[in-house]
């Protein structure tokens, strides 16, 4: 594959993958509403309960508004990264502070968008990692911000990853089953060891989905260095997040972020990463 160097296809790139970022912030902040709202009406059809008035809630609808005065967001405020910078991180109308996650979300999505393009070309091989990449990375925001990773997102990811090994890498396809299917058990077996020595939960079954989905990318081989690359990061930052905030000493703390972003590093450094892993394996034996 040839790499993508020019410089006005580039800006291109960056452009598009601004506006999906933008859409990344839209799937990050409504998902968990609408399942929640889907849950809800579940419950009460169940349980033959009325069910209460519920705000119309969608990926396109209502239009895009400030979170506290529920203004209506201009297009020119809406535009990637600009708006933000334009107002400052604060609302038009009532001049609240708008979260830094979204220029962020932006940021990281052209960051990853570039460098799979920079590396792969204008490629069908480009498409399918960026797009794994970004869900990738709405499914860490996601898991941060509610400890949930929806099946809407992960299951996808999971099949998406057989169908890519399978149209672009026949010769992988086994190793990314036997990847999805051990992602999945051994998620899984730690999950009741964990239960059984404690009494508590240690992963949550979404976390089971998103090892199955990094194992159908990456392949069996992988498994190994997202699990150090994210059990050691996860470890170090949650003891550093109870030193500073004493109050959430002992709170719960997602898994999805960490499993989130070791996987992105496999993906975006290929073999190479996997490679250096098993040398550095080698050479400590």
Known sequence: MTPLS???????????????????????????????QQWTREAHQTLALTLPAQKRCNLLVPRSHCPECDTPIAWHDNIPLVGYLKRRGRCAQCRCAISVQY???????????????WHHGLTLDTLAMALACLTLLALAVID???????????LPLLWGGLLYQLISHPDRLAESVIGAMAGYGV????????????????????????????????????????????????AVIGIMIQLVIPRLRGAPMPFG????????????????VIALYYNIIGLAI
């Open 144 to 154: 941060w911000r509610t400890m949930l990773l929806p099946d809407v997102l992960t």
């Open 103 to 117: 220029p962020l979300v932006e940021a990281a999505s052209m960051a990853l968008v570039l460098w799979v393009a």
């Open 187 to 234: 998620a899984w077996g730690f999950y009741w060891l964990f239960r059984l020595a404690t009494g508590r939960e240690g992963l949550g079954r979404g976390d089971f989905k998103l090892l199955a989905a990094l194992g159908a990318w990456c392949g069996w081989m992988s498994l190994p260095l997202i699990l150090v690359l994210s059990a050691t990061t996860g």
């Open 6 to 36: 020019d410089p006005f296809l580039l800006c291109l790139v960056a452009l598009l993958a601004l506006t999906l970022g933008s859409f990344l912030n839209v799937v990050i902040a409504r998902l968990p509403m609408m399942l929640s």
């Open 257 to 272: 972020p960490f499993l989130s972003a070791a996987g992105m590093l496999i993906l975006l450094g290929g073999d190479r």
